[in-house]
Nanobody, 116 residues
């Protein structure tokens, strides 16, 4: 079955950096687009970044453009989110997502907290 496992979250000071990873299994990873979403307390889940199956970033949320970079390694079945110049408003649970044969799959999420 499809599984997505995120890691790399944590507590970081404003201006700091983190790299999130999402390891995928149960499907042919290189065939499918991958997404990172986030959900802050009391807010709706929002799309952060989208990458094509071939590794081309396709979309970033306006709030993260120029600070976050999505990438993938198809040999490792892994998608990454490099986050720089972090702000307190980036605090959220970050989720990895893919759509395989019209079914939506999510990881368990990883908490990112930006605070001094």
């Amino acid at each position: 079955q499809v599984q997505l496992v995120e890691s790399g979250g944590g507590l970081v000071q404003p201006g700091g950096s983190l790299r999130l990873s999402c390891v995928a299994s149960g499907f042919t990873f290189s065939y499918f687009f991958m997404r990172w979403y986030r959900q802050a307390p009391g807010k709706e889940r929002e799309l952060v970044a989208l990458i094509s199956n071939g590794g081309r970033p396709l979309n970033y949320a306006d709030s993260v453009k120029g600070r976050f970079t999505i990438s993938r390694d198809n040999a490792k079945n892994t998608v990454y989110l490099e986050m720089n110049s972090l702000k307190p408003e980036d605090t959220a649970v970050y989720y990895c997502n893919t759509i395989v044969h019209s079914a939506d799959y999510w990881g368990q999420g990883t908490q990112v907290t930006v605070s001094s």
